[in-house]
């Protein structure tokens, strides 16, 4: 399949990126690794009638600390780059980022795909989709209007919608905590595949004795957005078993497709992800 005509534009800022978003109006699209938005106008389920190139923007191309510890990672970085850290950027607080990208596609899409399209795309198994609301990341947003800072949880709306207007621009996903107790696990039909179902579980550990005082615990694939699972969460502050935890996991969610096996799926790997997070 061939996408539908359209005419191309390449932002040299992001100030003229906004400039065209705002000028092209709603028939406009952005750009950046085209790993999701051109295979959906090869199969004319995308037909925007421009598309804003934002790729060479480098200036949205960096992940850093900055002096509270946040990590900051610009739109444009590549999931390969977060998988490599090649600056040492991450360390022992975010590793977990570097870690769940294996789980992204194959490593010729985590060169070109970037943090900010997979976020902006708002899919519902997408691990960096997952990794934000568990990690409780703040999202910011550029329009001509301004700019806003949006939390994780607020940000995804449902299937492929995100808070996110059609003349503005994701700039930065900011992840403000340490999350050194933390892993994501999946189960796909194939290596590389989008998981059925998705698990990430962001683990609060006493300083002194270890034990576990609480965390977050979400899932993708079950819903039409990544969602939290708060039943999950209260089981860990009370002190529960992690079988408890992934078991109130799985009664808590009703997946509107292939639900009985997608609430098995759920269970085993709420288990594995918590397993995995208190050993980071
Ligand atoms: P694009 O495709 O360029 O854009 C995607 C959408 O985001 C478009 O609507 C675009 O307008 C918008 N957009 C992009 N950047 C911005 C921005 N800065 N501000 C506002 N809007 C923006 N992803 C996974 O998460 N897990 C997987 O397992 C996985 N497997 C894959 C397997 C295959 C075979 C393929 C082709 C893709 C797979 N992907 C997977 C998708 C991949 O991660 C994409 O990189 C990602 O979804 C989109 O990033 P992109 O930079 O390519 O965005």
Redo the contacts with the bound molecule.
């Keep these: 399949m061939k996408p539908a005509p359209f005419a191309y534009h390449r932002a040299r800022d992001v100030d003229g990126a906004l400039r065209l978003l705002a000028d092209l109006g709603d028939d406009a699209?952005?750009?950046?690794?085209?790993?999701?938005?051109?295979?959906m106008m090869n199969y004319r389920l995308a037909r925007p009638r421009h598309l804003v190139d934002?790729a060479r923007l480098r200036e949205?191309d960096r992940m850093e600390r900055d002096s509270t510890g946040a990590l900051r990672i610009g739109?444009?970085t590549t999931?390969h780059t977060v998988e490599r850290d090649p600056r040492g950027v991450l360390g022992r607080d975010f590793a977990v980022l570097s870690r769940a990208m294996e789980?992204?596609?194959?490593l010729p899409?985590r060169t070109?795909?970037?943090v900010?399209?997979?976020l902006?795309?708002a899919?519902a198994?997408?691990?960096?989709c997952l990794l934000a609301v568990v990690l409780r990341a703040q999202f910011v947003v550029r329009g001509l209007r301004g700019e806003r800072t949006i939390p994780a949880s607020d940000f995804f709306h449902g299937y492929y919608t995100s808070d996110?207007a059609p003349d503005?621009?994701?700039?930065e996903v900011v992840f403000p905590r340490p999350a050194p107790h933390a892993a994501l696990t999946e189960f796909?039909e194939r290596r590389?595949?989008?998981?059925l179902v998705a698990a990430a579980v962001d683990l609060d550990l006493d300083v002194v004795d270890g034990t576990v005082r609480g965390g977050r615990v979400g899932l993708g694939g079950v819903a039409a957005a990544v969602v939290r699972v708060p039943e999950a969460e209260e089981v860990l502050a009370a002190g529960g078993s992690f079988a408890d935890c992934a078991a109130a996991a799985a009664a808590a969610v009703d997946p509107p497709e292939d639900t009985a096996y997608r609430k098995s799926l759920v269970r085993t790997l709420v288990q594995r992800a918590c397993e995995e997070a208190i050993t980071a």
Excluded: N, Y
């Design positions: 699209k952005v750009v950046a690794g085209g790993q999701s938005l051109v295979a934002i949205l739109a444009l999931h789980w992204v596609g194959h899409i070109r795909g970037t900010g399209g997979s902006a795309h899919d198994t997408a691990e960096w996110l503005e621009l994701l700039v796909a590389g595949d989008f998981a």
